[in-house]
């Protein structure tokens, strides 16, 4: 699997852990508010910055609708696309015609694009600055698979009162990539063919 630092993920400087576990309650409480907020999107667009562990940063605009639809569409001149739409995550690579393709329950958007699934079984919260809401998510089962910390802001204006600032995603490799959003923006509409993307192998044989 591909999500070095292709994968949009959050600023670390949201996740500065304190020492203390945090308390079942409030643990329980949180993770169920996640849960409420992941249930409550229909549709969200977001400008997001992607920072790799070697400090390469892309930005782009994230399109996204509940259930399983997620497109990072990168800046002009960047030739990449990620687009998640029928229960599989693409990457695509159009100066190489190269196209890869797995479930989505596989990768660490897992998390963002099923919101029946239930969290608890899998996901913590991470300590930390009271104002921001933060949870770690993995599968004890597929250590493959990775690991994603979504970092929320509290906010009334946003479904179940969170919004998402981004994530931080670490492969099995340790390859790390950090996503920022900004001008979060809920419930717009999104055109049905949003999430299609065009197969440069195609086009390569024509």
Known sequence: MVFRSIVPLAPLALI????????????ASDLATVQRHLQGITTMTADFTQADRNGKVLTGTLTWKQPGNIRFQYE????????????????????????????IRNSPLGVLLDPKRDIAGFAKMVPGDGRLVSVEA??????????????FARNPAAPAGLSLQGWVALDSQNNRTTIRLSNQRYGAPVAANAFRWTDPRRTARN
Do not use: C, M, N
């Open 16 to 27: 500065a852990a304190a020492p203390a576990a945090v308390p079942a309650a409030a643990q």
């Open 76 to 103: 002009k001149g960047v030739p990449l696309l990620i687009v998640a739409e029928g229960g599989a995550l693409t990457f695509v690579d159009y100066s190489v015609r190269q196209v890869q393709r797995w479930p």
């Open 138 to 151: 993995r599968d004890p089962k597929h250590p493959e698979y990775g690991v994603i910390t979504l970092v």
